[in-house]
């Protein structure tokens, strides 16, 4: 069975600019979830889509935004982008029993 | 008050001892408890999962779920240097099912050979 998958691996953007991270869940599952692990830091919750819904947001400000296709995956897009922003983005799917399974994640880095 | 709280280490444990990892939640309805397992620079990895109270064993790994106490905890048998790692404790608060995760900030555990 594959696994959660992400694209692309490594983002260098420059401040101000938009970034468009991808994930593409395990098959059957229709829940994907973005989570942002700064250097040093542990996960934040971003967003949790499942069947196309925006169920959950965590504390971030509005130029994070992502969607959810057809085909359950998902794309997470920052605009404006910060110094801060500069993370490991995480994307997970889960089964029906919550177990949530996380891709090899994307690394931005914000110049 | 943090919702999940980890002791963040560092934790030193010698080659083939026991490793013990504990974890506190403050969401007294939450009923589905998780275990990841995150090499650095890696994505977390799912080692165990507990919904009911007592021990779950999976090989080395032994996870405690005390729902009165609010308290899990994550036992390594026979510690291995490749079991280094942070260890990420997370809670489903709003019961089973799929849900947002709260995670710990990770416990940082060193094997030394």
């Known amino acids: 069975e594959a696994g959660v998958t992400q694209s692309p691996t490594h983002l260098i953007k420059t401040r101000g600019q938009q970034a468009t991270l991808r994930c593409s869940p395990i098959?059957?599952?229709?829940?994907v979830y973005w989570y942002q692990q700064a250097l040093g830091l542990g996960l934040q919750f971003l967003l949790w889509y499942d069947e196309g819904e925006e169920r959950n947001r965590g504390n971030f400000p509005p130029r994070f935004s992502g969607r959810q296709f057809p085909n359950y995956s998902s794309e997470l897009n920052v605009n404006a982008l910060e110094l801060e922003d500069s993370a490991l983005y995480l994307c997970?799917?889960?089964?029906?029993?919550?177990?949530?399974?996380f891709g090899p994640g994307t690394r931005l880095t914000v110049l | 008050q943090k919702e999940v709280e980890q002791n963040s280490g560092p934790l030193s444990v010698p080659e083939g001892a026991i490793a013990s990892l504990n974890c506190t939640y403050s969401d007294r309805g939450s009923q589905s408890f998780f275990w990841y397992r995150q090499y650095s620079g890696k994505s977390p990895e799912l080692i165990m999962s507990i919904y009911s109270n007592g021990d779950k064993e999976d090989g080395r790994f032994t996870a405690q779920l005390n729902k009165a106490s609010q308290y899990v905890s994550l036992l390594i048998r026979d510690s291995q240097p490749s079991d280094s790692a942070t260890y990420l404790c997370?809670?489903?608060?709003?019961?089973?099912?799929?849900?947002?995760?709260?995670f710990g900030q990770g416990t940082r555990l060193t094997i030394n050979p």
């Open positions: 997970a799917s889960s089964s029906k029993w919550g177990e949530q399974f």
């Open positions: 098959s059957g599952h229709t829940s």
């Open positions: 997370a809670v489903n608060p709003g019961g089973q099912g799929a849900q947002k995760l709260v």
